[in-house]
């Protein structure tokens, strides 16, 4: 997922889980912005973490499958020579 799919993806949820929080209050939805621009921040900073989050597991990924693969190799050359 791109970086800005992932920022603004958690920024829309943010601001939809303020405005779900003032309705179930009985609150006017229109008051307050500065509680939506505090929402769609907080939850932007989530979507920037969890793209980094994924980010840096793919890799670990990348390197634990190289790892995989070169042990794999290893074992079948020696199986071979041994038969």
């Given at each position: 997922?791109?970086?800005?799919?992932?920022?603004?993806?958690?920024?829309?949820?943010?601001?939809a889980?303020?405005?779900?929080?003032?309705?179930?209050?009985?609150?006017?939805?229109?008051?307050?912005?500065?509680?939506?621009?505090?929402?769609?921040?907080?939850f932007?900073?989530?979507g920037?973490?969890?793209?980094?989050?994924?980010?840096?597991?793919?890799?670990?990924?990348k390197?634990?499958?190289?790892?995989?693969?070169?042990n794999?190799?290893?074992?079948?050359?020696?199986?071979?020579?041994?038969?």
């Amino acid at each position: 997922m791109a970086l800005l799919t992932s920022i603004a993806g958690f920024t829309t949820f943010g601001v939809a889980a303020r405005g779900l929080a003032l309705t179930v209050q009985r609150r006017p939805i229109a008051s307050g912005f500065g509680g939506y621009a505090i929402s769609a921040a907080v939850f932007g900073g989530v979507g920037y973490f969890m793209h980094n989050l994924e980010q840096r597991q793919n890799e670990l990924l990348k390197e634990r499958m190289t790892v995989l693969t070169a042990n794999r190799e290893r074992r079948l050359a020696v199986q071979e020579d041994s038969a």
